[in-house]
């Protein structure tokens, strides 16, 4: 399965408990990606049926995995996401990072690029969201739709 040679890369081994549950979780959002939006209630709950525990544990060993990943594998998380992280992503954040990456064509994911390497894309369109109502475009300002946060003040734990 190609998350577990992922997650082997960015230092999780099976020892771990959360390296099988990450790699659900994962998996579930790579499927379904709207699950991102609410992990607590979308992603954690399924995770913990199949394994036959709580919630609390499947996050508690998601963010062990996430810490294991930030010390060991800090560089291709940062190669994955495409930009230097300042912070520990959250687990919802670290989650979106993973699944997005088994998204991406294979040669583009295991080939090691540096940050400041061009990268070409596909012509496709991979928007997962559609601004419907009108945005502001001022350069000084984030582009957000009316009557809604930008995301990156919106923290889902």
């Excluded at 995770?47 to 810490?67: D, P």
Aim: hydrophobic share 40%.
């Amino acid at each position: 399965m190609e998350i577990y040679e992922l997650l082997y890369r960015l230092g999780v081994t099976a020892n771990y408990t959360g390296f099988f549950y990450t790699a659900y979780a994962v998996q579930l959002c790579a499927e379904h990606p709207d699950r991102l939006m609410l992990v607590t209630k979308w992603v954690y709950p399924d995770v913990a049926k199949r394994y036959r525990t709580n919630w609390k544990a499947v996050e508690r060993n998601i963010r062990t995995a996430g810490n294991v990943i930030w010390e060991e594998g800090r560089s291709h998380l940062e190669q994955l996401a495409g930009r230097i992280l300042e912070h520990k992503p959250c687990n919802a954040q670290l989650l979106a990072i993973l699944s997005y990456s088994l998204l991406l064509p294979r040669a583009t994911r295991l080939t090691a690029r540096r940050l400041d390497e061009a990268v070409a894309l596909s012509r496709e369109d991979h928007d997962m969201g559609v601004v419907d109502e009108s945005a502001n475009e001022r350069d000084d300002e984030p582009v957000v739709p009316k009557d809604c946060v930008p995301l990156d003040e919106l923290k889902v734990k």
